[in-house]
């Protein structure tokens, strides 16, 4: 009889917990929490392995109306190059500065001196990545953040085969053909790059480095329209910027853990305009964002402190 009436209150505490657990799930996913639900979806549905997260919950039109809601609006202007001024003073300096909030963990590195700046492919693009240490240890490079986004089907683990364009030294290295693409790069004269080209029009410019990626968050000094969060959802980032005296500015932000849950790309273009970008980019996030300063890993990669293996990377030379 005792351990009939132990099992009865057993099985009644599961049956408990379990309505519990389902009434505050319909609450959270259906309630009159807008923020938790819009959050939700717009963070699954920028993934390129989660959707179902969104997809399994809710339906086509709610989700539809909830991206519409929170979008970006690409623009139409690129980046006018004369209106950078470069005035590099011959210093090495380079500052990192913990931009963390309340809500995630974020570093930004200031490098005073532009020309430092490359974008470098990994050793064997196409078929296997790299970790960001070893890209930089064969660069000889001081630091370094994540480059261009990866189209592997294996798992998403190789990291070998980018999405979009990789120019580097002034040759293209990889394209998929795109028509319009979405252009994240640094000229000749070591000016940050912003703005929708053709491939014959950058085979025509003076870009000597290039990924393709977006939001483009800064333009001439003038933010992007982004309509609530972005469309986004929050998730780990990083991004790319320049102020308007030369100095380049890379950001990383720690997403997906209980201590840093992520950040909106409007989060990214407020701590740009806070920190003087006049012209600024997102860049590939998720579980590859990552900042290596001086062989140490700056922020806490949601994978592991090493990071995933990218296709490319942006580089600081020594």
């Known amino acids: 009889m005792i351990l009939k009436n132990k099992r009865n209150n057993l099985i009644f505490k599961a049956t408990t917990i379990f309505i519990i657990v389902l009434i505050v799930l319909a609450i959270v996913f259906y309630g009159p929490y807008e923020f938790i639900r819009e959050t939700w979806i717009t963070s699954a549905m920028t993934t ?142 070591n000016k940050l790059i912003l703005g929708f080209y053709t491939m014959k029009e950058i085979l025509k410019s003076n870009i000597r480095d290039a990924v393709s990626f977006a939001p483009l968050l800064i333009i001439n000094g003038i933010p992007t329209i982004i309509n609530g969060n972005g469309g986004w959802g929050i998730a780990p980032r990083t991004a790319i910027g320049q102020t308007k005296d030369g100095a380049i500015l890379l950001l990383v932000i720690d997403g997906r853990q209980l201590s840093s849950f992520g950040a909106t790309v409007k989060d990214v273009q407020d701590i740009f305009i806070k920190y003087g970008a006049f012209n600024a980019a997102n860049l590939d996030g998720g579980s590859s964002s990552i900042m290596m300063y001086e062989n140490e890993t700056v922020n806490f990669p949601c994978t592991s402190k090493t990071g995933r293996y990218i296709p490319s990377a942006f580089i600081v030379t020594k």
């Open 48 to 189: 390129l392995e989660h959707q179902w997260l969104a997809t399994s919950i809710y339906d086509a039109k709610t989700i539809n109306e909830i991206l519409q809601k929170h979008s970006y609006v690409a623009p139409k202007e690129r980046t006018n190059a004369d209106l950078t001024i470069i005035k590099y003073d011959g210093s090495d300096k380079i500052e990192l500065i913990d931009v963390s909030t309340n809500n995630f963990r974020a570093y930004l590195m200031k490098i005073y001196d532009p020309k430092r700046v490359k974008l470098v492919p990994c050793k064997n693009l196409g078929e296997q990545g790299q970790k960001i240490k070893d890209i930089l240890s064969e660069n000889n490079a001081i630091a370094g953040i994540n480059g261009s986004g990866f189209m592997d089907t294996n798992g998403h683990t190789k990291g070998g085969v980018p999405s979009g364009l990789i120019m580097s030294n002034k040759k293209i290295i990889y394209s998929d053909n795109s028509s319009n693409i979405s252009l994240v790069g640094l000229n000749e004269d």
